[in-house]
């Protein structure tokens, strides 16, 4: 079978609709209805891509257009770091709305406003788009290419599974025939807890972009602070055309973790040279998992083996 695939746009250039053809008959009427023919490859991925994010304004249907639009226009795999918008001003709002919207929707629960499917609907909506959206300001919405579409997709999923085990335990509660309503104050710090969830996306995108090789970490990985960390990569071209970077790990606002603390005084800075990382003082302290270490400095404590000297 011959299938042929299909994406339609709107009159205001928003992606709407894609769809799939088994033979011309059917072929022609797309045509017809202005759909513009893609290959199987960017349908599958439009297709979990579209139906994952429904209509919403300046939402990622318009991106999947824009995703389209740069397939016919290739351009260079690595950009200039002066090239990306990274808009972490950007973030910072985007974090702040997020968890406005988040309050409001606690206390909209919380009232019995709205029902904890529409709410839990809502909810998965925000995730999705607040995901995106850190991608968008991290490269600019222009930049995005497949790649950043299926991490955008990885990284949804990931947050939506950690929201739909909220949701069940919630729905325990909201079955049960005593049940008193939610503590809309709870449920808001929970939420908001969601609004960090794309620093990491953020982060990860910009050393993609400008071809460095995957940092050791990102922020919000394996620390103390997790969700709530603020920290950045700070990245300096040194010899871009060569491959050589500086980055700082940048400590955010908030009150650092250890590790974070740790990751500021080793990598200041962690060079890449030629591409690769340069050798760093690698010490456990550097991760959260169940490393400590003496109030002296003398020595570490691991996760189940016992105590190491500092060398
Ligand atoms: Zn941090
Ligand atoms: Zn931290």
């Not at 490859?41 to 304004?57: G, N, S």
């Not at 029902?115 to 959206?133: C, F, K, N, P, S």
Request: glycine share 8%; with cysteine; charged share 25%.
């Amino acid at each position: 079978m011959n299938e042929r695939y299909f994406g339609l746009q709107d009159e205001s250039g928003r992606f709407v609709r894609i769809g799939v053809a088994e033979n011309s008959n059917q072929a022609s009427q797309f045509e017809q209805a202005g759909f513009i023919e893609i290959a199987k490859e960017l349908f599958d991925r439009l297709k979990e891509f579209v139906e994952q994010v429904p209509f919403l304004e300046l939402g990622a249907l318009i991106l999947a257009l824009d995703f389209l639009r740069q397939l016919r226009t290739p351009r260079p795999l690595r950009m200039a770091l002066s090239q990306l918008p990274i808009n972490r001003r950007g973030l910072f709002l985007q974090q702040v709305a997020f968890k406005e919207r988040m309050n409001n929707l606690a206390v909209q629960l919380s009232r019995g406003d709205i029902t904890l499917d529409e709410w839990a609907g809502t909810m998965q909506e925000e995730i999705r788009q607040h995901t995106l959206q850190g991608r968008v300001l991290a490269v600019g919405k222009k930049n995005l290419d497949a790649n950043d579409l299926l991490e955008v997709q990885r990284d949804t999923e990931e947050q939506l599974m950690y929201f739909e085990n909220w949701r069940s335990e919630l729905a325990v509660d909201y079955g049960k025939e005593d049940f008193e309503g939610f503590d809309a104050k709870a449920l808001a710090r929970r939420g908001r807890l969601y609004a960090n969830a794309n620093r990491k996306g953020f982060e990860i995108s910009i050393t993609q972009k400008i071809g460095l090789p995957r940092l050791p970490v990102y922020p919000t990985q394996r620390s103390d602070c997790g969700s709530l960390c603020g920290c950045h990569w700070a990245i300096f071209p040194i010899e871009p055309r060569l491959g050589h970077y500086d980055c700082y790990w940048g400590l955010g606002d908030a009150a650092s973790c250890d590790q974070c603390d740790t990751r500021y005084n080793v990598w200041n800075p962690l060079k890449v040279r030629y591409g690769k990382i340069m050798p760093y003082y690698n010490t456990p302290l550097l991760y959260s998992d169940g490393w400590s270490i003496s109030d002296d400095n003398s020595i570490l404590f691991g996760p189940d083996s016992g105590a190491v000297p500092v060398k």
